[in-house]
C-alpha cells in the first residue's frame, strides 16, 4: 500500500461472539481490503506512468470514481457494525439486517467497479459517471452511535483525500478547481467540529438524535467534495473548460504541465482564454531546453510552501508565461545557486540563436 488510504474498523475479522455478526465482519473487513488494494492498484498505475493524478484520461478517473465509492460502502458497514457491537451485547435482528444491507450495497458498488475495469481493459471507453448522493446507514434511534460513527468516517475519509490528492500534484491550471473545493469543504467542516464537541459532550438520546440530524447535511457537502477530489469532471466547468483547451498543447510534446511558470493568480484566469493558451504556446515553442525549466520550478515551489519565497504582488511579467518575482524569506537553493535571504529573483529569458534559455536573475 502507498498509504493513500488507510482501513477503518476497529475490531477486525476476528471478532468472538453471535457468529453472524463474525460472518459480516468478515466479509466487511475482506471487502473494505480489496476494493482499497484496486484503488491504491489504480493511483500507482497513472503515477508510474509519470502523470499527475488530475491529468489522467477520463476513462480512469472514471473508474476511480466508482472505487471510491466501493471503498466508502465498505467503511462503512465496518464501522457502522464495529460500533454496534461494541455498544451491546444484544445484537437485535434490526441491527444485524441493517449492517447486512450496507455490505449488499458496497458488494454490488464493487462489482461495478470490476465490470468497469473489464471495459477498460478492452479498450473501450465506459460512461462518464455522475455525482452519487449520500445515504447514511440508518436513522432510527436505535443506531444513532453507530450512524454517527459512519458518518464520522467519512468526514475522515474526505479531510484525508484533501491531502492525499494534494500530495500527488495539483496541476498550476488546476489550482483554481482544487481551492473551489476546499472553499466548498472547509466552512462545512468548521461546522462538523463543533457538532462533534457536542456529541461528544452529551449522552443523552434526544440530543445525540438532533446532532446527527444537523451533522447529516454536512456529511453530504464532504461525500460530494471526495466525488471531486477523485474525479475532478465532476467539479463541472471550472475543470471542463480547462481541459477543452488542453488539445491545443498536445504538439509541445512537454513532459509537463505548460503552465508552470505562470503565476498561479494569473493562471487561473487564463487557462479558459484561448488567446492565452495561443501565447503560451507561442513561448515554449521558442525555449531551446523546456525539460531543464521543470526541476527548478518545482524546487521553487517547495520553497514557496515551507515559506522560504513568497510571490511578489504586481510584479508579474505581463507577456507569456506570465511569471512572477519571489522575494526571498529565508536563503535557498535552486538549481546550484545560492540566494541569500532579501532578494529577489525570477525566471528571465536569454536569447541565443533565435532560441530562448531561461535562466534564474537575482536583484535586490
Known sequence: MSGTTAPYGRLGAQAGGDPRVAELLRRSVDGQY??????????????????????????????????????????????????LVLLSDDFSGSAYQQADQLCDTAAAISVRAINTQATISQGKRPGNTKLTNYTPPSGNTGHVTATWAAIEAVYHRVVADLEAV?????????HKVYQLLLDSFEPKSQT??????????????????????QAQPLVQVFFTV??????????????????????????????????????????????????????????????????????????????????????QENRTFKIAP????????????????????????????????????LEIRVAG
Open 192 to 213: 462538523f467540529a463543533y457538532l462533534q464537541s457536542q456529541w461528544r459532550a452529551t449522552s443523552a438520546a434526544e440530543n445525540r438524535v438532533q446532532l446527527l440530524r
Open 226 to 311: 471526495g466525488q471531486q477530489l477523485w474525479t475532478p469532471y465532476l467539479a463541472g466547468p471550472a475543470y471542463i473548460d480547462i481541459i477543452r483547451n488542453q488539445p491545443l498543447f498536445a504538439k509541445l510534446n512537454l513532459p509537463f504541465d505548460p503552465w508552470i511558470l505562470t503565476d498561479p493568480a494569473q493562471a487561473d484566469r487564463r487557462v479558459t482564454d484561448q488567446q492565452s493558451c495561443r501565447q503560451l504556446i507561442d513561448f515554449w515553442s521558442t525555449v531551446a531546453d523546456p525539460a531543464s525549466v521543470q526541476p527548478l520550478q518545482e524546487q521553487i515551489n517547495e520553497a514557496l510552501e515551507a515559506e522560504q519565497l513568497t510571490i
Open 166 to 174: 494534494k500530495q500527488a500534484g495539483i496541476p498550476p491550471r488546476m
Open 34 to 83: 480489496r476494493a482499497m488494494s484496486m484503488f491504491e492498484a489504480t493511483i500507482a498505475s497513472i503515477k508510474s506512468r509519470g502523470l499527475v493524478l488530475w491529468t489522467a484520461s477520463i476513462a480512469e478517473l472514471t473508474f476511480l470514481n466508482i472505487q471510491w465509492l466501493s471503498l466508502v460502502a465498505w467503511e462503512q458497514a465496518t464501522v457502522f457494525l464495529d460500533a
Open 322 to 357: 506570465w511569471h512572477p518575482h519571489y522575494a526571498v524569506n529565508q536563503e535557498v537553493v535552486i538549481g546550484s545557486q545560492s540566494i541569500p535571504t532579501g532578494k529577489t529573483f525570477t525566471f528571465y529569458p536569454r536569447t541565443v540563436e533565435g532560441k530562448r534559455i
